[in-house]
C-alpha cells in the first residue's frame, strides 16, 4: 500500500459546481425537491406514502421529556416490536412508532442535502427550517446518548437486543453522516454533539469487554459514519469502533445466532444476506443485500486507509472485482434479485426483473470513491462516472417530484408492476414511498458532487470527473470549462499558489480512445502523459491552459455471452450515457425491434418537451411482424425503421410505455 498515493477530498465550500448539466440538477434540488421532501417527512403531499418521521422524533421527545421530569418513577408505556412497518389502524394513531423502524434516516439523509445545499447556496430560511428540525432531533436524546426513535417510544428495555434486524446502528450511520455534513457546513455543532455522544454510548455497549456485547451492524453504514467522525475529529476512538466493527464481522460463533438463543453446526454458513457468512477478509462474492454490501465495502477501503492494512484492501478489490466485471448491469446498477434486494449469481442480470436500487447505485459511487483515495486508477472513476450518469439519477423524475426505487432496463406495461415476480418494476415513479429510503439518499449524492471531484496528495491533484467549477486546493485554483457529458471540450484553467510544482492528473474515461491535449494551445502527445487511465500533467503552473478534445461517439455495447438475458443484444452508450428505447418514440412491440448491424447512428438534440437539451440518437433498424397466430410456420416479415434511443435516466417521463436498454441485433 502506498502511502504517498493516498489522497483527500476537498471540502464542499471549497468547490462551486457550474456544470450545464449538474448545475441544472443541482438547482432542481436545491429549489424543488428538498423542500418537497421537508413536506414529505411531516406527511404534508396530498396522496403520497405517509413518512411519520418528523412525528416520530417529536413524539420521542415528549417520552424523554417525561422521563426526566419523573426521573426514577418514570414508567414507559411499551408497545410491540414485532412489525417492521407500523401503521395506524383504522386512521387511527395511539403514542407508539408508526413507519419503518428505520424511518429515522428520513431526515438525517434530508439534513445532509440541506448541508450540501447550503456550501452551494447559501439560503437562511432553509438554515433556520433545518437548525430548528435538529432541536426536534436532539430533544429526543437520552442523557446517555441513545437516539433511535423505534425504541425511545416504543421500549428502551429492548435497546440492542436485535442487531440483525432492527437498524439502530443503520439510523446511527445516517445521523453522523449528517451530523458531519451539517456541522462542516455551517459550523454548528448540536447535531454533531448529539452523534458523538451516541456513539460513545454504542462504543460503551458493543465490543470485547466486560459487560458488552461483541454485535456489529445488521445493515451496514456506521462503519463509513464512524470513518467521517474520526476524520473530523482526530478522535482514535471512533477509528476503533470502526476497525471491529469490521473485524468481529461474520467470526464464529456468529452473533446473530448469540443474540437470538440458536447454535450453528461449525461447517454451516449463515447470513451472507448481512455479508457475515465470513470474516470480511475471506469473504470473495459479493452477496446478499447490495446496499448493505456496497456500504460495508465502502467502510472496509476506508479503514484500509487509515489503518494501511493489506489484508483488508485486497479484500475490497477481490470484492470490487467480482461485482464490476460479473455482478453489474451496464447503467452501474447493482442487485438483481428483488428477492432479498440482493445481488444474484455471476453473470445473472435479467433486465425485465432487475432490481438495481437507487441507494445500490449510490453506495457503488461511494466504494469507487474511497478506493480511489487508496488508488488513483481509472478503473474506479470510471464506474463512478458510469453510476452517476445512469443508475443514480434514473431515480428522479425531470421535475423532481416522483422518484424510483427500482431501475430496470426493460419495462412491460401490463406485466411490469402487475404479475407476480414483476410488481417491484413500476412503468413510472411513485410520488413517495412508505420506505423512502431512495429519494433522500439521491438528493444527499446529487447536492455532494463535488466532493467526488476531486483529490489531492501532496505532489498531485486528482480530477475524477469532467464537470464545469470553480475549485479552491490546497496547491491551486483551478477553473473548469466543460461542454461535457453531451460534447468532447474540457477546458482547465489552473493558477499555482505554491511554488513548488506538481502534477494534474486528469481521469480520461476509458471509452475515450483518441484525445487531442492543448497547453496554452500547444498540442502535447497525450499517449506520453497517461498513467492508469488518467492525463499526469506536471509542471510549475502560471495561469496555464489545458485543453481536451475528444469525439462523443455512439458505441454498440455488447454483454459477455454468459449473460444470457443479453446474448444477440446491443445497448448503446454516447458520452458516459446508456441509452435506451421507448415506445413513445418507436411505437408498440419494442421486443419486435432489431437495430441494424450497420446501424447509421445519428445524434441529435431534442427541440422541445421533457427532454429538450438532450442528445438522442437516431439508428437504422428492423422491425419484425408475423402472423396473428400464437404460433405459425409463417416466417415474420421485416420492414426498415428508424429507432429512436434515449438517455436512460430520462425514460419514464413521458407518460407509461414501453422501454428497453438491450436491443436484438
Known sequence: MDQKNFSKP???????????FWKKEMEL???????????ALNDNVPGAAPSFCMRNYRRAGEVEKERKAKGDKFVQIKYPLDTFETLPKDGKMDGRFYGFLFQDTDFTKWVEAVAYSLTQHPDPELEKTA????????????????????????DQDMIFTNLKDNHELYCFGHLTEGAVAYYQATGKDRLLKAAERFADFIASKLGHGEGKKAGYPGHEIAEMALMRLYDLTGEQKYLDLAKYFIDERGTKPYYYDIERGLTCPEDEERYSYNQANRPVRQQDEVQGHSVRAVYLYSGMADVARATQDESLLKACETLWNNMVHQKMYVTGGIGATHIGEAFSFNYDLPNDTAYAETCASIGLIFFAKQMLEIDPDGKFADVMERAFYNGTISGMQLDGKRFFYVNPLEVNPGISGEVPGYRHVLAQRPQWYACACCPPNLVRLVMSLGKYLWDETEDVIYSHMFAGQTAELEKADIRVESQYPWNGMVRYTVEQKTEKPFTLAIHIPSYIKELTVL????????????????????????????EIRFEVAVRKIYANQKVREDAGCIALMRGPFVYCFEGKDNGSDLQSCHIAEEMKAEPFP???GMLKGMMGIHVDGWKYTGSDELYSEEKPHKEKIRLTAIPYYAWGNRGENQMRVWMLE
Open 10 to 20: 476537498l471540502s464542499l465550500a471549497k468547490v462551486q459546481v457550474t456544470d450545464a
Open 29 to 39: 434540488v436545491r429549489t424543488e425537491v428538498i423542500p418537497y421532501q421537508w413536506n
Open 131 to 154: 437548525d430548528e428540525a435538529i432541536e426536534a432531533v436532539c430533544a429526543a436524546q437520552r442523557e446517555d446518548g441513545y437516539l433511535d426513535t423505534y425504541y425511545l417510544i416504543n
Open 519 to 546: 497547453i496554452n494551445g500547444k498540442e502535447i502527445q497525450a499517449e506520453n502523459h497517461m498513467r492508469k487511465g488518467y492525463l499526469y500533467l506536471e509542471r510549475t503552473w502560471n495561469h496555464d491552459v489545458v
Open 606 to 608: 431534442f427541440e422541445e
